[in-house]
DNA sequence: CTGTTAGCGCATTCAT
DNA sequence: ATGAATGCGCTAACAG
């Protein structure tokens, strides 16, 4: 299986290898006439650039790499729509990993992907050891969704204290007092904002935070199913707050187990807008977070960093966020 | 910033430039003395392998491209997440591309994939050129979820047929006679065959088709709806079932609207399982492809047809799917 | 504007 | 078991 190359082409055409070269890939010299020649000779005998060939020696790569944890979770398949969408329009690739959030494969992904020479990695870092090591060797990193501890790299963050403070602000609005806040983690930029954004507005309402509502489980469906049945064992409530659509869905599930009548009974509102929350009866209120174009940002900013378009300073990008009401919050009992 | 190479390697250690490739990457002539030096060596000095040299050099590559229509589509995204995750198992790597359909997306894709060099691609085709200039350039094609006319590569399909009419038969086992379809292509071996699962269960029982009752639309929840309504409307039946996920979106959002008791006045089953319909009420009675599984297969598939494990004769594997009854089917009333 | 020369980093001969 | 030499396909310098 041989594939033709600029020397094949070069002889077709009459022209040089660096001619063709140039004609072909690179925007530098060549007469019109020329052109056309050389691109008619590689249509005929079939030739397609080596990406390989041309990295090597021009030390760059169209590939980028796009490291997340779970690409079964619409939020994270949507971060890579966005991102995969931009990329494609400029015309680089996506070389995709899944890391599971472990960290020994983030590392491994990351060797890989500096061992593949790509000019960037777009992150949602599950250690602050990933960013790192892909600085340490040139490579530039965006890191999406959530911050850890002090990268130095680019971020692309949704607002997650002004979205969880407005929709906090909604359920307090409805005379709400007593709110029960569903977490997984709070080490992160994301689910830290989101607490803030909690205490932020019952602070402005004047209002204490009682922090046994805070119910910290794991990032788990089950896990926050069952952290939800304690909580509501436990304490009385009028809403629940869920810090995201993974925990949501245990908090529903726990609930219509109950048969606990949304929002008369219980309100429930969750931070993350996907799909299946505007399916339900009632329909969720919501944060929705522009995944897709969380994700799209993301792409933007590291390419126009790899081409040299941004002052050195780190750049920190925030997507406002979207207050989604819908049937499943009301006045409070 | 320059990277270290072998040479660099070599003389850290004290050997040749091609006794380092043999010692870390080839499974070449070494001994263990001089395999561990050569590692202590590359670590100390912060080594890492170019894909790029490697790869032009070998004329291999170890990134594998896979060509999907919609990573928003959680069916997509299931079967990129299998497909992924095979690969990163087997020290491989996935460039995704979204092709949103387009004919014209999915070419350029399918040249950029052999402008990269790689060994095999993984596709949901939209056309059949697409999987044929691959092959005609030596690439190996896995078709995944559909066929398109006689392709001639391998093909990783769910058993549509089967699924479809084990559903459908569900649904006269209940009483029901009278069932909508709601269907948006019947081109491609997927559409084709759940249509004739559905045709074959009403054979199996003796019932003719009422081929009014067969609703075409387009990929598009809203389109479905619509389709939906006209075909409540115009038509007596005592249950629907949708094709795909997207359709299934359709069919319920407009059973929703006119508030008919699902599964009393309406029954509602759909193809294509996915985590919203286990999280409505009634929760939707369906059919799962075993997507992630699918996908897994697609992986396995196409490395060891790359690796040369397999005969020349094309490999079709069926993966069988599976019925899941829940709430939204009933007694036909 | 075009051709010539050189070499990117590696894996593979072929010697030894 | 190791080293020397070669070239994968391409593009960057340089010269013309």
Redesign the pocket.
């Known amino acids: 299986m ?9 002889r077709e055409a ?13 925007r ?8 056309e020649r050389v691109q008619a000779a590689a249509n005929r005998i079939g ?8 990295n ?5 790569s169209t590939s980028i790499g796009v490291l997340i944890s779970d690409l079964r979770n619409p939020f994270y398949a949507d971060l890579a729509a966005g991102i995969e969408e931009e990329l494609r329009a400029a015309e680089y690739q996506m070389v995709l990993v899944n890391d599971n959030g472990d960290p020994a494969e983030e590392m491994r992904a990351a060797e890989t992907l500096l061992a593949m020479r790509v000019p960037g990695v777009i992150v949602t870092p599950v250690t602050a050891a990933c960013p790192r090591i892909l600085q340490d060797n040139g490579v530039h990193v965006v890191c999406a969704d959530r911050e850890l501890g002090r990268s130095g790299s680019d971020v692309v963050l949704s607002d997650n204290k002004a979205g969880a403070r407005e929709l906090t602000e909604h359920l307090i609005g409805l005379g709400h007092t007593r709110i029960g806040f569903l977490i997984d983690e709070t080490k992160w930029s994301t689910g830290a904002g989101r607490l803030a954004g909690f205490r932020a507005a019952h602070a402005d309402h004047g209002l204490e935070v009682d922090e046994q509502l805070i119910a910290y489980t794991s990032f788990d469906a089950v896990a926050a199913q069952e952290t939800t049945r304690e909580l509501l064992d436990s304490l009385d409530m009028t809403a629940i707050v869920a810090a995201n659509n993974v925990l949501a869905q245990g908090a529903l599930a726990e609930i219509k187990r109950r048969r606990w009548k949304i929002p008369r009974r219980i309100s429930l509102a969750a931070y993350d807008d996907v799909p299946w929350m505007s399916l339900v009866a009632p329909a969720l209120t919501t944060v929705d977070q522009h995944t897709v174009e969380l994700g799209r940002n993301c792409a933007r900013l590291l390419l126009a960093r790899i081409r040299g378009e941004l002052p050195a300073r780190r750049r920190i990008v925030r997507v406002a966020p979207r207050l989604i009401v819908r049937g499943s919050t009301g006045p409070a009992a």
Chains 1, 2 share one sequence.
């Open positions: 041989k594939r033709p190359t600029v020397q094949d082409v070069a009459g022209v040089s290898p660096s001619t063709v070269s140039r004609a072909l890939h690179t530098g010299y060549a007469s019109p006439e020329v052109r030739y397609v650039l080596d990406h390989n060939a041309r090597l020696r021009s030390r760059t």
